[in-house]
């Protein structure tokens, strides 16, 4: 039996895992800590299911090549393998400059993949050119966090603290299905008399079990926000002293805001002005108020400016630092947030440290053994990234490790034709993903039953998986595969294969950066249930606690306020109009993870394929029948699937699940300014019966 935790989403649920003959067994596994001592263990349908992979034959064991002419795979040695991918990429360097290898990581990495990720970039490649998936997932509430508190964690207080609060308003957060045993938080603080709050186009599981629902128009959730704050101030009920003493900037936030009165919020938003109000009403007499987001207030081309208008309101109501209170983001990703810290992202070196900045370049390039000025500078984010592979001025080869982007990037068809523009795609993963069957080289990896790592889950915590079984034959670690192909390119520094190894240089790294790891090992992850970050060394030897709880006495900034930041709403990307006369929003069903590559491969888990939701009203305008085909169509393209008839959507909205491809031939490529993030919650659409002859007289398949 090996304590260990789920290979999927950012609550990383403990678990125990036995071999019991070929199979896995899996059991849920307590996480007691300090900071959440009635943890009694519970896993989500994923978790329980999650032993589906061992010894499944949809597992990838031996390097593939293909042949481009003739589409053949042919089987080849780890060697043959490594010495093809490395040579390719040397030549294209050669032939044209650094910058033309390119490599995509993921959050579902370890700290130690996506560290150790980053510096093959930087220093085995040389290459500027590095994203990852996580510009799909939290980067506006990062961009949102950065700028108000001048740090990035996505709760800045352990979970289980929402129990003891007396609101918790989730925006945009279905974790009745996204993270099911995280719900046992509110149905607790319920029984205490506390109340739940929904914002949401759809009545969800999560909003089931809500107090209050409201249901906006997708993309308006700015709106909403600054309505809020015009009645909050409005009733009298801002927190002038804190405002005064914790934060800078109130004045130009409220005079915003008084402009959004609620007849005017009601009509951009669909919100009742008398809802409006009793919500304002419910936060201003309560005391401990906890606000959430997840992606569906952030995966808009607004998301930064939307987190930044919830967290004005949190502000205003002097929640953050306050005990049981405060702002918080709900990270998706298994290492949603230690995946941003380490060096996967294009403007960043371990420890969340900026690649621009002179004193970090130094600091890093010292612990690697290389010269700061070998460092490239900041690459662009994902979808620049990807848009750009295959171009005149692009990168000519990709290495993804960890993420589907023909299933789960936006506007995928196009970037679907930038992959098979590279002169080289690589990918390493488990299965032959939709990405791994583009590929010129797949290289088959480990998977996390198979393998040791730190993840840093959702409240921050630094956690433990421990490897359980021993790997099929013929696979490696990530871990490997990136040491031996920076060996081949005649790397400088040391590239360790071993977790504890690479997390010890980690730290090293990590040690005086804004996510500082340095106190923190794997013994006293197992011993203490986990570190929340950031958990220096100290001078005196004794060890440091780690910070379950920030921004009591102060927040990051160099002045120690909190910033109100300004913000305007302009609305959606693109608005509706007569042609395209239907909001379509898009996200996720509880039986699939993300891409779907692991979970569609699991026999346990229902493969349903792609559906889509729409409300009774709208499917009695188009004349479509519940279970009936409908297309949806966008300016980017068109999916044909079950219509699924509820009245829990709105009626101006139609949902499509992400897990199949499909959802993202239809979504839109507008991205937040700041975040990089891409605006997948809403884009206009047109529904109709499959096979209708549309306007512009072209039949529809
Ligand atoms: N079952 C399952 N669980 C998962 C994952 C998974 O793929 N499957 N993935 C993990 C990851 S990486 C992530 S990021 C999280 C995501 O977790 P969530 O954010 O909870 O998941 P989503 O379904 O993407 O979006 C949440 C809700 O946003 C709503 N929504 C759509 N548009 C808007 C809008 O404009 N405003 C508001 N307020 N709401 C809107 C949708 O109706 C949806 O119910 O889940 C994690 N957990
Ligand atoms: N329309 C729409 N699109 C979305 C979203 C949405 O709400 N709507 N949500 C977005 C969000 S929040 C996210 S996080 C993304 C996620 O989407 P993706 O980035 O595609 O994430 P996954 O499906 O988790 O892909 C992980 C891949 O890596 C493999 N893998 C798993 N573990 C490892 C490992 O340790 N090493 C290696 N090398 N490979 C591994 C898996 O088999 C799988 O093929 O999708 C985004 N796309
Ligand atoms: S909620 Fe997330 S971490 Fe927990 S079992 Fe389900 S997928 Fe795994
Ligand atoms: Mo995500």
């Keep these: 039996m090996v304590d260990t935790h789920c290979p999927y989403c950012s609550l990383q649920c403990g678990m125990t895992l036995a071999r019991k003959g070929p199979a896995l067994e899996v059991q849920p596994r307590p996480q007691r800590n300090a900071h959440s001592p009635d943890d009694e263990g519970a896993l989500c349908r994923k978790g329980w299911t999650a032993g589906g992979l061992r010894g499944s034959r949809e597992r990838l064991t031996t390097p593939l090549v293909r042949d481009r002419a003739s589409g053949e795979w042919s089987a080849v040695d780890w060697d043959e393998a490594l010495d093809l991918v490395a040579s390719r990429l040397a030549a294209i360097r050669v032939a044209h400059g650094a910058d033309a290898n390119a490599v995509f990581g993921g959050g579902g990495l370890t700290n130690e993949k996506a560290y150790l990720l980053g510096k093959l970039a930087r220093v085995a490649l040389g290459t500027a050119m590095i994203d990852y998936n996580g510009r799909w997932c939290m980067s506006s509430a990062a961009s949102a ?7 990035d964690r996505g709760l800045p207080f352990p979970l289980a603290d929402v129990e003891q609060a007396d609101v918790v308003v989730l925006v945009g ?34 909003a089931e079990r809500a107090d209050v629902f409201v249901q906006p128009v997708p993309g308006t959730d700015l709106a909403l926000a600054l309505g809020l704050l015009h009645l909050v101030d409005a009733a009298g009920a801002v927190d002038e002293e804190y405002v005064a003493s914790r934060t800078s900037g109130f004045e130009t936030v409220r005079s915003t805001a008084a402009a959004w009165w609620p007849e005017r919020v009601e009509r951009v938003t669909g919100v009742g002005a008398g809802e409006l109000r009793s919500l304002a009403t419910l936060l201003t007499s309560s005391r401990r108020v906890v606000v959430l987001t997840a992606r569906g207030a952030e995966q808009h081309a607004d998301g930064t400016a939307t987190v930044l208008a919830w967290i004005n309101l949190a502000l205003a109501l002097g929640l953050p630092g306050r005990p049981y209170a405060g702002y918080g983001c709900l990270t998706g990703q298994g290492n949603g947030q230690g995946g941003r810290e380490h060096g996967q992202k294009a403007d960043q070196l371990p420890g969340y440290r900026m690649i621009d900045d002179p004193v970090a370049r130094e600091h890093v390039a010292a612990v690697w053994g290389v010269p700061p000025a ?11 990234l990807l848009s750009a592979l295959g171009t005149p001025d692009g990168p000519r080869s990709l290495l993804v490790f960890g993420s589907n982007p023909v299933v789960s990037a936006p506007r995928a068809t196009a970037v679907t034709e930038r992959l098979e523009a590279l002169d080289l795609l690589v990918v390493c993963d488990l299965v032959m993903s939709e990405t791994a069957a583009l590929a010129d080289v797949v290289l088959p990896v480990t998977q996390w039953a198979e393998e040791t790592g730190t993840m840093t889950n959702l409240e921050g915590r630094v956690i433990l998986r421990q490897q359980a079984v021993t790997p099929p034959a013929g696979v490696r670690s990530d871990l490997e595969v990136i ?64 910070t379950p709880r920030m921004f009591a006495d102060s927040f990051a900034a160099t002045d120690g306020r909190a910033r109100f930041v300004p913000v ?8 509706l109009d007569d042609a395209f006369d239907v909001h379509l929003t898009t996200g996720r069903v509880l039986a699939q993870y993300q891409s779907g590559a692991q979970t569609r491969r699991i026999r346990e888990l229902p493969d349903t394929g792609p559906f889509v939701e729409l409300h009774p009203l709208l499917a009695a305008r188009i004349g479509v029948e519940d279970g009936r085909p409908v297309t949806v169509t966008t300016r980017r393209g068109a999916l044909t699937a079950p219509a699924r008839v509820v009245g829990s959507i709105r009626s101006d909205t139609v949902f499509v699940p992400f ?11 507008a991205l937040d300014p700041v975040s990089g993030m891409p605006e997948f919650k809403v884009c206009a659409c047109r529904v109709r019966p499959a096979g209708e002859v549309t306007p512009s007289g072209a039949a529809r398949r």
């Design 145 to 151: 966090g950065n700028q108000a508190f001048g740090i």
């Design 173 to 206: 957060s279905n974790l009745a299905e996204t993270m099911p045993p995280a719900a046992r938080h509110l149905d607790r603080l319920r029984s205490r008399g506390g109340r739940v709050v929904v914002v949401d186009p759809r009545r969800t599981p999560t």
């Design 374 to 384: 070998s460092l490239p500078g900041k690459g662009v984010s994902a979808y620049e």
């Design 483 to 546: 040491a031996g192909l920076a060996n081949r390119l005649g790397a400088p520094s040391a590239w360790p294969t071993d977790p504890e190894e690479v997390f010890t240089e980690l730290r090293a790294a990590s040690a005086g950066g804004r996510a500082d790891y340095s106190g923190i090992s794997y013994d006293r992850i197992r011993d203490e249930g986990g570190l929340f970050w950031p958990c220096p060394t100290t001078a005196d030897g004794v060890e440091h606690p780690g």
């Design 568 to 575: 305007s709403y302009d609305g959606p990307a693109e608005p």
């Design 659 to 669: 897990h199949w491809v499909g959802a993202n031939r239809l979504t839109s490529d």
